[in-house]
């Protein structure tokens, strides 16, 4: 195939979100509300199929912030100190006031959309910690993508194009190149406005790990760091950058996730429960462990 075979796209749009993961899904959503108003047009890119794309392509099984506000439970000072003692200081008060003060009302959308989220007996969400709601979050992506598809429509989502970087004006983002990865197509959008979100950056450091344990990580791998290249190309202003997430390693876990977590958790929370089903085929000791995990974490996907 020669290049010159590829056709090439134009697409020209008022605002780009580029990235289709949680962030750009939110962001489509608050956007198109504006642009409602205003008669213009949002579009939005993603390398993958939105439904399942990003970190939360496999669901999840916790919310890991939400305030509380609304109940009492804890005032936006609370979590600006909580996260600065976290970071050891290292961190950008008023940006995290900024987010703390957004993520309520961000997940009672969430919930509004047909995310189920656990509830005690007088209806108040369980947490697990301080800042974590309990989910059954199998879905999650799909519900919040299905509500990024009804605000900016469906004609306006392009899936499985690649994008590789910026299309600038001078100085100016004026837009997004990338390709298809299904067809033997290069796209230009255009756009008076570009978002950028496509996810974080795994395997910036190379692991400790060894031999087999070398390739794997806790982060999805195919974020590999396109909104880094993507804005320090376009000349943007990069912040917080100093903070690293590194998750422990041991043995076959990687913490704080994964389906070892979940299990010495489920242990935690349901030492008390006595066991009557097991799954053919299995031992007393593991049917047990898991008719625990099923009752308590009705929920497959990981946290
Ligand atoms: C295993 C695991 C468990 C987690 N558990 C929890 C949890 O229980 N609770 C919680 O609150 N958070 C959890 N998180 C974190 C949460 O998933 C992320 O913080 C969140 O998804 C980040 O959203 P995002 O939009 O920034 O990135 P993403 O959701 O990853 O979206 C990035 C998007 O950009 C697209 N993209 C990337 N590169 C390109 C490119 N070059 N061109 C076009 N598109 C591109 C990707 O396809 C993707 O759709 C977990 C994450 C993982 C990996």
């Known amino acids: 195939m020669k290049v010159a075979d590829f056709e090439t796209v134009e697409v020209r749009t008022d605002l780009l979100i580029v990235g289709g993961?949680?962030?750009?899904?939110?962001?489509?959503?608050?956007?198109?509300?504006?642009?409602?108003?205003?008669?213009?047009?949002?579009?939005?890119?993603?390398?993958?199929a939105v439904d399942r794309s990003?970190?939360?392509?496999?669901?999840?099984?916790?919310?890991?912030?939400?305030?509380?506000?609304k109940d009492g439970e804890n005032t936006l000072e609370d979590y600006v100190r909580y996260v600065k003692n976290d970071l050891m200081g290292i961190t950008r008060e008023d940006l995290v006031a900024n987010i703390a003060r957004h993520v309520?009302?961000?997940?009672?959308?969430?919930?509004?959309?047909?995310?189920?989220?656990?509830?005690?007996?007088?209806?108040?969400?369980?947490?697990?910690?301080?800042?974590?709601l309990m989910i059954n979050g199998e879905s999650y992506k799909v519900v919040v993508?299905?509500?990024?598809?009804?605000?900016?429509?469906?004609?306006?989502?392009?899936?499985?194009?690649?994008?590789?970087?910026?299309?600038?004006?001078?100085n100016r983002c004026a837009g997004a190149i990338g390709f298809s990865v299904r067809e033997n197509k290069f796209y230009v959008f255009k756009a008076k406005a570009t978002l950028v979100a496509m996810g974080g950056a795994v395997h910036v450091f190379k692991p400790r790990s060894s031999g087999e344990g070398l390739g794997r990580a806790w982060y999805p791998p195919w974020n590999s760091g396109s909104s880094a290249y993507f804005t320090i190309q376009a000349g943007a202003e990069m912040t917080c950058q100093e903070v690293r997430f590194i998750p422990v390693r041991f043995k076959d876990a990687y913490g704080p996730v994964g389906a070892w977590?979940?299990?010495?958790?489920?242990?935690?929370?349901?030492?008390?429960?006595?066991?009557?089903?097991?799954?053919?085929?299995?031992?007393?000791?593991?049917?047990?462990?898991?008719?625990?995990s099923n009752r308590f974490r009705p929920t497959s996907a990981i946290t």
């Not at 213009?40 to 993603?46: A, F």
């Not at 306006?156 to 590789?164: A, G, Q, S, T």
Request: aromatic share 10%; with cysteine.
């Open 21 to 48: 993961g949680m962030a750009a899904c939110g962001a489509a959503v608050e956007a198109a509300y504006w642009a409602k108003k205003h008669n213009l047009t949002v579009t939005l890119v993603d390398k993958a």
């Open 54 to 69: 990003g970190a939360v392509a496999m669901g999840l099984s916790a919310i890991n912030q939400y305030v509380g506000l």
């Open 104 to 132: 309520d009302s961000s997940v009672h959308l969430f919930e509004k959309w047909g995310l189920p989220i656990w509830t005690d007996e007088e209806g108040k969400y369980v947490h697990e910690g301080r800042w974590q």
């Open 145 to 170: 993508a299905e509500a990024a598809k009804n605000a900016i429509g469906l004609d306006n989502i392009y899936e499985r194009i690649f994008i590789v970087g910026p299309l600038m004006e001078g």
């Open 261 to 292: 977590f979940l299990l010495f958790k489920s242990r935690r929370r349901t030492h008390s429960v006595r066991t009557t089903w097991r799954p053919a085929g299995l031992s007393w000791r593991t049917g047990s462990l898991m008719e625990r």
